[in-house]
């Protein structure tokens, strides 16, 4: 099983459409978790982050957090073809060394 | 500022060369890092540097070494290159202290080895 887990997609929705973005991971003792978008040829980027059960929300992003079920998700309202890109599901944990683990990327594209 | 800056940006090797993929950052960062990643497969940690002078092991160190040269550089060399290590390559830093900060991303280093 490996530490994060993401589906890899393509996942396609039309423009102005909700994406749902989805990762899951192993460790109970993770502390925070990022999402990083990265476009084709590019280094990826902090889009969101969150360390607490619930849900965060930054214009049209928001980030769900559910420690028991070890469940983070990226909803993406209104979502642009500009949006399409990899995102990448990270958590954080303290292993002597705030070790960070990827997940492989879920590919998103948006349709005009 | 320049943020994370990598040298060089693309490398092709022939098998059993050698080469240090250099990396600086300019924002004070504690911690630096480096990462390979392939399709499919996300970003792995190869090494990481929590602060000046110390280095440790990360996900896929074998076939790598690293120098924390100072605060604001961090290398990583390929001492007999392998075409297992054709990759892109990523420097990343964060600012140390706490669980809950973001990495910064260099723009990549582009390796083929043949």
Known sequence: ?112 | NAGVTQTPKFQVLKTGQSMTLQCAQDMNHNSMYWYRQDPGMGLRLIYYSASEGTTDKGEVPNGYNVSRLNKREFSLRLESAAPSQTSVYFCASSDQGSAKVEQYFGPGTRLTVT
């Open chain 1, 1 to 112: 099983q490996k530490e994060v887990e993401q589906n890899s997609g393509p996942l396609s929705v039309p423009e102005g459409a909700i994406a749902s973005l989805n990762c899951t991971y192993s460790d109970r003792g993770s502390q925070s978790f990022f999402w990083y978008r990265q476009y084709s040829g590019k280094s990826p980027e902090l889009i969101m982050f969150i360390y607490s059960n619930g849900d965060k929300e930054d214009g049209r992003f928001t980030a769900q957090l559910n420690k028991a079920s070890q469940y983070v998700s990226l909803l993406i309202r209104d979502s642009q073809p500009s949006d399409s890109a990899t995102y990448l599901c990270a958590v954080n944990r303290n292993t002597g060394g705030f070790k960070t683990i990827f997940g492989a990327g879920t590919r998103l594209f948006v349709k005009a």
